[in-house]
């Protein structure tokens, strides 16, 4: 199951392997053939003079480019290879899968081939290390999300996809026949999050898929995507939430340049900062002041907003002025947050709420959530909501629900932004809603 | 946001400490009242005396049961206190969250509710210690997988819960509309962690939904439920496979055992034994043969496959013939098994694919897969399925996928055996079907 590492081979000289890989590229020359077969450890160059054993020599030359082998081999030291200076000469040659030809995308051409294909053809085009390494940060990403939460007694919950009503609002959601009823698919995991605080369960996280039935083609949307969740009770404020998350994400983006720094830069040109704390704090209205003097007015059906436009000028003018890449916005205004947010007592026009923009991508919404039953459901109804398909909701706050609040935080957008990618379809595995098959 | 840990209050004793929990019980006498808080950290007697802070009282005696409550008070030493020797001198108190009265169910009243109660007021049955006690257990048991997988290099991966046709067979498929279209949920994430092993990654792991639309009310089936997902490259056969999750599984049960078996065992009465390795193999034949003895006969549509009853027995058989609780039951016949599943060359009509049950209920089902695309299309095709929705599947095989294989395995049903719950209900945050609000 294991490789024995292509970079180690030096450590192999004179020993015979066994190695199983892709066939990278294929010469077949008059007197020898040579092989470069890759493999996640790396690449290397096998070699084989034909006659010196022509029935091997006559199975190589059936090979097609990105034929998965297994070959056995002889490690010697070559200093006029490029690859290490080590070369194998092949022994034995096992075709595992043979490569049709052509290959109807070519991952390893001069020039990337273009988005679509790419994601038509996703298994050849994951197959570039940099498709390697991107999934490998993912995976740290993740790891280092939950070591950051396991060491802060943190909970992890699986909550419901199929949902009876509509989590949020009625729009973008997907329908679905149940049985003899319609059930909905869970477009975040917010209520089901909020239960948790209302059983004393102190801290829960949860990754997990959201839907949202947006036909959008954007480069920063999905009808599926990964969701990270999280939730914390006994909270003063949506500050707590702010000063959690800042430290939580320094210590992934930590992780993940002290694992990956060098080959993210190699492979993505991109550099790994770990930012500094506190991160700049910007209330709305003044974000909004602060770009109307650099030109910008928010569209009007989005009064007391950032369009994403909005928000990346709002990063350049962060970067310029704190010389920083995150900024919280907060203090959004009523009128274009959910009704569970919880409002100033002082102001009961604004919630106490964020976002987390990251060189200006919202990465984050989060907020202190209302917890007392009686003014939460007088924002649902003030929101126009029927307050009977939130009963199951409501309950949650009737019996003892301490205060609480919780961000969701895109791992697309974050990989993206990381990444120095321009598309959420890049850094997602398999990405619809158009590439349903299978 | 933070707890001051009720069990280390004797390190505070004289000294004023806030606490944060909710109001397990309530005795107001005549000249005394008595509180017992609860809260993640564990449970401790506040005491007031009445005519020491009239007004104090007056808001105590307004408390209900469950209320969430803030308190501040001076940690005193009692001996008469049976928590601890331990009590708070009450000071200050906010009622954060007043419970409503009566409650719907009473998670501390003497004797539990039934499940179904317990299922509709899923927020106050999870404020049993029990039940975080579960929800500790199952984050332990995650943790542990992920750590063993990442020792081992293993990828994340995300794959789509929305699919444009069947996994794995017609039945049991919910459809939704999908813009123009149709899209179905994922039954498994079996096509698209093959999917990786085309794309060249050696082995993957996917902890994630999906979605069975059976009707059926056992007690160990779900609509919906939590599937662990192992898929690895370059394996010679399934025993590869099963070396690897036995050796896997006993480093999860290990760390159970060591973080939580005391509190497991008070709280379940149930022993955590880390098993010997290597556990038991029986082929489906022998097994048949082994039962038959004992009486059983398979239901005439399972032939060559076993009922849950019949599971049970074979449980029975391999604890009393080898005194184990686990048993791979491997070699099952073509007719019961999935077309990708790989047949053994010397015998065609049996695949090279296992089950594993733990005390005699399925775990896991896991195979090598069949990895030449001919075979493959026949193989599907002579179970009767059609060609042209599984292209997107069946192309994955045609440009070098190596040989390769997995498992998908039940964390609900584990979590079930490991903690000796009856029903998949009890150990799952929030169960559908029919309880589908909010």
């Known amino acids: ?199 004393g369960f102190d801290k829960v996280f949860e990754i997990g898929p959201v839907f949202r039935a947006n036909p959008s083609f954007t480069s920063r949307h999905d009808t599926e995507f990964t969701s990270v969740d999280v939730e914390i009770a006994w909270i003063e404020s949506h500050a707590d939430l702010m000063a959690f998350e800042e430290q939580w994400l320094c210590d992934v983006l930590s992780t993940v340049r002290n694992t990956h720094g060098e080959a993210i830069a190699e492979h993505f040109g991109s550099e790994i900062i770990v930012p500094e704390r506190p991160f700049p704090h910007i209330a709305m209205e003044e974000a909004v002041a602060r770009l109307a003097e650099r030109g910008y007015t928010p569209p009007s059906e989005k009064l007391g907003d950032l369009c994403p436009q909005g928000e990346r000028l709002l990063g350049e003018y962060i970067r310029e002025t704190f010389g920083h890449e995150f900024v919280f916005l907060t203090d959004y205004p009523v009128s274009v947050r959910p009704f569970y947010h919880r409002r100033y007592p002082e102001n009961l026009a604004v919630t106490k709420s964020f976002d987390l923009l990251w060189k200006g991508l919202e990465l984050t919404t989060g907020a202190q959530r209302e917890h007392r039953p009686d003014i939460l459901a007088a924002q649902a109804q003030e929101k126009g909501l029927l307050l009977e398909p939130l009963r ?47």
């Open 1 to 199: 199951m294991g490789h024995i590492s292509i970079p180690r081979l030096t450590h192999h000289i004179g020993q015979t392997v066994t190695l199983r890989g892709w066939v990278q590229t294929l010469r077949d020359q008059k007197h020898m053939q040579f092989i470069i077969l890759r493999n996640p450890t790396g690449t290397v160059q096998v070699a084989l003079e034909k006659q010196q054993n022509p029935g091997l020599a006559k199975i190589a030359s059936t090979l097609t480019r990105e034929s998965a082998v297994r070959l056995t081999g002889r490690v010697v030291q070559n200093p006029h290879v490029r690859l290490g200076g080590i070369e194998i000469h092949l022994a034995d040659l096992h075709i595992e899968n043979r490569a049709a030809s052509p290959l109807p995308i070519e991952p390893f051409g001069k020039g990337l081939p273009g988005l679509e294909p790419r994601l038509n053809w996703r298994h050849l085009d994951l197959r570039r290390p940099e498709s390697h390494l991107l999934f490998q940060v993912q995976t740290t990403v993740e790891a280092a999300m939950r070591n950051f939460w396991y060491q802060e007694g943190f909970i992890e919950i699986h909550t419901p996809k199929l949902m009876g009503s509509a989590s949020e609002s009625g729009a973008e959601l997907f329908e679905l026949p149940y049985f003899d009823t319609t059930a909905y698919l869970a477009q975040s995991s917010q209520f089901y999050k909020q239960m948790a605080m209302a059983a």
């Open 392 to 438: 199951f909701y409501l309950d949650f706050f009737k019996y003892g629900c301490p205060p609480h609040g919780g961000f969701g935080f895109g791992l697309t957008r974050m990989l993206m932004v990381l990444l120095g990618c321009n598309n959420v379809r890049e850094v997602t595995y398999l990405w619809g809603p158009k590439r349903l098959y299978p």
